[in-house]
């Protein structure tokens, strides 16, 4: 049975009662499955003056507290996965092992900030005399406002929770409401791994008025969001106006880029299947396919057989390899590319189109022969479509990979050395992966550069975004 739906505010579970609420779907059969409580603007207010209240006690907890805490949660999300992914198949449709290896993946990032709280260090700086001490300390700067999205539901809230608890603040999230059961899910495991009431709250509602809300709240001191670069724009300019300091996780259109030196083949099959993994609603999914023209005729092959092949339906069936879109509006957006690059001259080589069938279902789709300036090679997709396009040389794929406002992600297939090493160093972007994925583990930091984001979770950088630092010098 799907769970009953709540919002947790100072370690309370909250039915719907006289709230508003909304209908959750599962996207794959497009039925009701449940209904979730909309906050009011006094429950968020309840929520942050709890998180505060619970403030001025965690930030003086010792890290092995905070820490011990983290672990229980780790090794809880570890025994409950099988049912938390269950769920999360059922609201956001990724393929049950998908949904099942994101919680026991991520039960890897509370570990993560576990360990990592134990050595949130300062520093001595060597004062001109010899009676000064100077020194510099790292302080939790508060209670935190964060908004995670529909795509990953059970990771993108972890990270935040954990780095922001791990760091000594405490954390009011807003969890996407048409996938809620994966957040409420991380909520019991704190609660049951004996985090004080109040520390962290999970509510949902109508985005704009819950965020304009907790971002205005005097007692939130920081805000930390996922989701698109025009959500996370407005989110930034109000955290700015407020002087809040931020975190944003935002979209990207990731270059992979294939020389003809790489084994071609390989390549495509690991780009075929990477690309497909959450039917390609992934920020950092390789989404512009450029291939040097002396492998493009055999990379094309390989990749367009691996994506025909692909199993496409619900995701709870065990033969899936790849589940519906989360929600109707990736539908009509995959419908709208499509359209615009055979406007454009583009050829559908294979997909194309959704699927006749209830569900939000599209066929995974390779468009061969896309100009630059369409919008398949403009607009993050975050959907199954993959624009495959040729390039002649370095310098030239360089230009057109770095050309957008994006710079999440990248991918480079070489055997050479020195074009590794240049791709590298020259492209614009946070993460770049070279003959293999690697991106997105607990002891790497996360982010993108230029409009896709600020700050990075993650590695040791992660609690960089949830300290303050205060300089101290003494007589
Ligand atoms: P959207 O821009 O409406 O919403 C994106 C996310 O932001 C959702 O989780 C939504 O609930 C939230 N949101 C929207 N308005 C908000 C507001 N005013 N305050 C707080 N949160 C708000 O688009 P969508 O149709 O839900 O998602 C599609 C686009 O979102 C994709 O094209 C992709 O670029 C982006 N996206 C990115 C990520 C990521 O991991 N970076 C994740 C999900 C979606």
Same mark, same amino acid.
Request: aromatic fraction near 8%.
């Given at each position: ?241 407020? #002087? ?6 935002? =979209?990207?259109? +990731? $270059?992979?880029?294939? !020389? %003809? *030196?790489? &084994? ?110 369409? #919008? ?6 975050? =959907?199954?479509? +993959? $624009?495959?396009?040729? !390039? %002649? *040389?370095? &310098? ?80």
């Amino acid at each position: 049975m799907y769970p009953e739906l709540s919002l947790y505010i100072n370690g309370e579970f909250l039915a719907i009662e006289s709230r508003r609420h909304q209908d959750v779907i599962n996207p794959a059969t497009e039925e009701v499955v449940g209904h979730l409580p909309l906050a009011t603007l006094e429950d968020l207010d309840t929520a942050v003056a709890a998180a505060h209240r619970a403030f001025l006690k965690w930030r003086n907890s010792s890290p092995l507290e905070r820490s011990a805490v983290l672990r229980r949660v780790a090794e809880l999300a570890r025994q409950r996965a099988p049912e938390i992914g269950r769920n999360m198949t059922i609201d956001q449709g990724k393929p049950l092992h998908e949904a099942v290896a994101e919680v026991t993946v991520c039960a890897e990032h509370a570990e993560w900030h576990a360990e990592e709280a134990r050595r949130i260090y300062g520093r001595v700086i060597p004062s001109r005399h010899p009676d000064v001490r100077q020194l510099v300390l790292r302080q939790p700067v508060g209670v935190c406002a964060a908004f995670t999205p529909w795509n990953f539901p059970f990771n993108q809230a972890i990270r935040k929770i954990s780095a922001a608890l791990g760091a000594g603040c405490t954390i009011v999230l807003k969890g996407p409401e048409e996938t809620p059961s994966a957040v409420l899910a991380i909520a019991q495991l704190f609660q049951d791994a004996g985090l004080p009431p109040g520390c962290l709250n999970v509510v949902f509602g109508v985005p704009s008025e819950v965020s304009s809300h907790l971002i205005a709240c005097p007692l939130v001191q920081k805000i930390s969001f996922t989701g698109s670069t025009a959500v996370g724009k407005q989110l930034a300019a109000l955290a700015g106006s407020h #002087m809040k300091r931020i975190t944003m996780e935002l =979209g990207g259109h +990731s $270059p992979a880029i294939v !020389f %003809d *030196d790489a &084994d071609v083949e390989a390549a495509a099959e690991k780009l075929a299947n990477f690309k497909l993994r959450n039917a390609g609603q992934v920020c950092v999914a390789p989404s512009r396919f450029f291939v040097q023209r002396g492998a493009y005729n055999r990379f094309l092959r390989r990749f367009t057989d691996v994506i025909s092949s692909v199993r496409v339906g619900n995701g709870l069936d065990s033969t899936t390899q790849m589940g519906p879109l989360a929600n109707q509006r990736r539908v009509a957006a995959m419908d709208a590319l499509i359209a615009d690059a055979k406007a454009r001259g583009g050829n559908v080589v294979v997909g194309g189109a959704k699927y006749s069938r209830k569900g939000h279902f599209f066929a995974p789709s390779v468009v061969t022969n896309v100009p630059d300036d369409a #919008m398949l090679m403009t607009c993050e997709p975050f =959907g199954p479509v +993959s $624009p495959v396009v040729s !390039f %002649d *040389d370095l &310098d030239e794929v360089l230009e057109r990979a770095n050309k957008l406002s994006y710079g999440l992600s990248s991918y480079v297939f070489t055997d050479s050395a020195k074009t590794a090493h240049s791709v590298s160093t020259r492209l614009e972007a946070g993460m770049v992966n070279i003959n293999h994925f690697g991106s997105a583990l607990a002891e790497t930091p996360f982010g993108g550069i230029k409009d896709s984001g600020i700050g990075s979770e993650g590695g040791t950088e992660t609690f960089d975004g949830y300290l303050n630092t205060k300089f101290v010098t003494q007589l």
